[in-house]
C-alpha cells in the first residue's frame, strides 16, 4: 500500500527550529508537485510551502523567510527546514503530494500523508 511517510515533528520552543520530512513509500514514476499544508484546531488547512519536479517553489506569505523546502533528486522525498518558529506555526503539517503516478499502468492520484504535530510554546 501505498503512502507518504512523514517525520520530523515535534515541540519547540519559540525561535527555535525543527525539520520535516516526507517520503514516498516506494519509488514512483512520476509527480507534478509536493510539499506541506498545515492545519490547526479549528482552522481549515493551508498551504506553507510546494516544490516542483523542475524545482520552482511556493511559500505561503506567513512563512516566506523562515521556511525552506527542499526535496531529493528523484522527488521520492521533500523535506521542510523551519526556522524562527512562533507559537502560531503550531499546527499539524500533512505532507501533500499533486498528480503523482506510481508506475506507467497507474492514474495519476493525490495524495496525503497522516500528518505530524508540531508544537510551539514557551
Known amino acids: 500500500q501505498f503512502e507518504l511517510v512523514e517525520s520530523g515533528g515535534g515541540s519547540v520552543q519559540p525561535g527555535g527550529s525543527l525539520r520535516l520530512s516526507c517520503t514516498t513509500s516506494?519509488?514512483?514514476?512520476?509527480?507534478?508537485?509536493m510539499g506541506w499544508y498545515r492545519q490547526a484546531p479549528g482552522k481549515p488547512r493551508e498551504l506553507v510551502a510546494m516544490?516542483?519536479?523542475?524545482?520552482?517553489?511556493n511559500y505561503a506569505d506567513s512563512v516566506k523567510g523562515r521556511f525552506t523546502i527542499s526535496k531529493d533528486n528523484n522527488m521520492n522525498s521533500v523535506y521542510l527546514q523551519m526556522n524562527s518558529l512562533k507559537p502560531e506555526d503550531t499546527a499539524v503539517y500533512y505532507c501533500f503530494a499533486d498528480y503523482l503516478i506510481l508506475t506507467t499502468y497507474t492514474p495519476a492520484s493525490d495524495w496525503w500523508g497522516k500528518g505530524t504535530q508540531v508544537t510551539v510554546s514557551s
Open positions: 516544490i516542483g519536479s523542475r524545482g520552482w517553489t
Open positions: 516506494q519509488s514512483i514514476f512520476s509527480v507534478n508537485s
